[in-house]
């Protein structure tokens, strides 16, 4: 059974920092895109960045420059390494893997596996 777990949100303040780690268990995904996303209380869940197996990424680009995600395939680890942090960062933050092998997006409808989330407070 395939499982994503997130850890590392919290509550920080406005430019501080936080990393996030999504453990995945239950097969490897060394071929697969994973990404993270984010949801805000009322608005819709968002494409936050995404890192292909070879490590080439992407990101929105309301966090370009300030957010960096990692991956290490052979732990089966994702990360995302956020400064600079904003209030408008607040979120749930999840991990998720794009279930076709080699395929590269931000389509959040290409992504089957998902975690259960981290919150991420960023206060003024």
């Known amino acids: 059974q395939v499982q994503l777990v997130e850890s590392g949100g919290g509550l920080v303040q406005a430019g501080g920092s936080l990393r996030l780690s999504c453990a995945a268990s239950?097969?490897?995904?060394?071929?697969?895109?994973m990404g993270w996303f984010r949801q805000a209380p009322g608005k819709e869940r968002e494409f936050v960045a995404a890192?292909?197996?070879?490590?080439?990424?992407t990101y929105a680009d309301s966090v370009k420059g300030r957010f960096t995600i990692s991956r290490d395939n052979a732990k089966n680890m994702l990360y995302l390494q956020m400064n600079n942090l904003k209030p408008e960062d607040t979120a749930v933050y999840y991990c998720a893997v794009d279930m076709l092998s080699g395929r590269f997006g931000v389509n959040m409808n290409n992504y089957y596996y998902w975690g259960q989330g981290t919150q991420v407070t960023v206060s003024s």
């Open positions: 890192i292909r197996w070879n490590g080439d990424n």
């Open positions: 239950g097969r490897t995904f060394t071929s697969n895109t």
